[in-house]
């Protein structure tokens, strides 16, 4: 994750606002293996704050929470990326370094594994070539805010584009965008799934999700 230092008590206060680099692990194995396995990230460079420790699972599944609280205005665009690759780090670093709120974060979760062991029709979601999802998340306060911390990360969204594996990670949409990115999701898969929704939910009843529409009678 690259944002400004948010004023945890756990950094210094010098840091606070300053442009960071954080870093979440999870080790779910043994103690014994993820201690070596942290021991190279903990060893690099000066870290200005370290937090990493033993914690329950309930823990770490709201460990983020503190930082998205409800009420807060949220604008996020995402893509599935192949790989990392110089060019498209050097450009995440440029748009991190245009952030607006402080409070806003381009956020880099890896997904390979058992997501690149199956075949592409295994199931609706695609992009099984892809090893990450890149999060440009805009989070801020006020409403009059609303268009320079949207268009910063439309603009982010723009740029980094063309470094998607071609698919499109939806977890926001503005009512103009919805069914465009919808049909990027699902792809060749999306005309099946209109057909299943067609049969089984003619009417549109459970539609308060990504929606794919029924065809229409």
């Known amino acids: 994750m690259l944002r400004r230092a ?3 008590p756990w950094l210094p206060r010098d840091i ?5 680099v954080a870093l979440f692990i999870c080790h779910s194995g043994s103690i014994e293996e993820g ?11 000066t870290p200005v704050g370290d937090v990493i ?19 807060r205005r949220y604008y996020w665009k995402s893509e599935y990326l192949p790989k990392l690759e110089p060019d498209l780090l050097a450009q995440v670093i440029e748009h991190a370094g245009r952030i607006v709120s402080p409070h806003s974060a381009i956020i880099l979760f890896p997904l390979d594994g058992a997501l690149n062991r ?19 998340a805009a989070s801020w306060e ?14 982010a969204w723009r740029d980094l584009r063309r470094f998607s594996a071609g698919g ?16 990027a999701v699902y792809g060749k898969h999306y005309d099946r799934l209109v057909e299943i929704r067609t049969r089984w939910d003619p009417g549109n009843l459970f539609r308060t999700n ?8």
């Open 6 to 8: 948010p004023p945890a």
């Open 16 to 20: 606070h606002g300053q442009p960071i």
């Open 35 to 45: 201690e070596k396995l942290v021991a190279p990230i903990k060893s690099f460079g």
């Open 53 to 71: 420790q033993r914690r329950p699972y309930v823990s770490q599944q709201g460990i983020l929470d503190a930082a998205q609280p409800k009420g």
């Open 118 to 136: 199956l075949p592409e029709d295994h199931s609706p979601v695609g992009n099984r070539d892809a090893t990450l999802v890149i999060n440009i």
């Open 142 to 155: 006020q409403a009059q805010d609303d268009a320079a911390n949207i268009e910063w990360a439309r603009a």
């Open 168 to 183: 499109t990670y939806v977890n926001f949409l503005t009512e103009e965008e919805g069914d465009e990115r919808i049909h």
């Open 210 to 217: 990504k929606n794919i529409a029924p065809r229409a009678a």
